[in-house]
């Protein structure tokens, strides 16, 4: 079985600042671990991946994810801010063996105030 | 490279009704993913596709159904329409498999009166 956990429903940031969204996960198999953006009326985007390469992962729009095994944790971030982040944040896990059903989180509403 | 389609956008359908929504991935991609994502329940997988087969199956009963097409396309129905199926209804495609990350579509927004 697995899980996913956001901290925080939503997250308020100032233009500039870091940005720290939080994401903790349980999994019975070592985990595939993702990060989408939503923004309103779309879809999902892939902001980046983990999948047992390197454990600090690099994405787009200058975001990056670190692996903490010990922490089960996934959390993203980005040193600055922008208005145009503003969206939806989504952690979602997939097992690395058996079948690849995805779990999400609930999301991160990120709100960015000038 | 054109991203992944779902038509029709927005459909208003009444309990009891059926309701067919397509999915056209991209590209060279071969398995399409179908989500529900609600305020309530959040993003949750439906099933997954792959070279014709439902290869997974998430946990929704057996009126909601899917295929794909030798061109990938995928449908999805759901049949017997009941007011908690109002969501805005995704699809995904990738290269294999979910394991390496997901090109999602605008989704289809459904509202069962």
């Known amino acids: 079985a697995q899980s996913v956990t956001q901290l925080g429903s939503h997250v308020s940031v100032s233009e500039g600042a870091l940005v720290l969204l939080r994401c903790n996960y349980s999994s019975s198999v070592p985990p595939y671990l993702f990060w989408y953006v939503q923004y309103p009326n779309q879809g999902l985007q892939l902001l980046l991946k983990y999948t047992s390469a390197a454990t600090l992962v690099k994405g787009i729009n200058g975001f990056e994810a670190e692996f903490k095994k010990s922490e089960t944790s996934f959390h993203l971030t980005k040193p600055s801010a922008h208005m145009s982040d503003a969206a939806e944040y989504f952690c979602a896990v997939t097992p690395s063996g058996g079948s690849y059903i995805p779990t999400f989180g609930r999301g991160t509403s990120l709100i960015v105030h000038p | 490279k054109a991203g992944v389609t779902q038509t029709p956008r927005y459909l208003i359908k009444t309990r009891g009704q059926q309701v067919t929504l397509s999915c056209s991935p991209i590209?060279?991609?071969?398995?399409v993913s179908w989500y529900q994502q609600t305020p309530g329940q959040g993003l949750q997988f439906l099933f997954e596709y792959f070279s014709e087969t439902q290869r997974n199956k998430g946990n929704f009963p057996g009126r909601f159904s899917g295929r794909q097409f030798s061109n990938s396309r995928s449908e999805m129905n759901v049949s017997t329409l009941e007011l908690g199926d109002s969501a805005l209804y995704l699809c995904?495609?990738?290269?294999?498999?979910?394991?390496?990350?997901?090109?999602f579509g605008p989704g289809t927004r459904l509202t069962v009166t």
């Open positions: 995904a495609s990738s290269l294999e498999r979910e394991s390496q990350g997901s090109y």
């Open positions: 590209s060279g991609h071969r398995s």
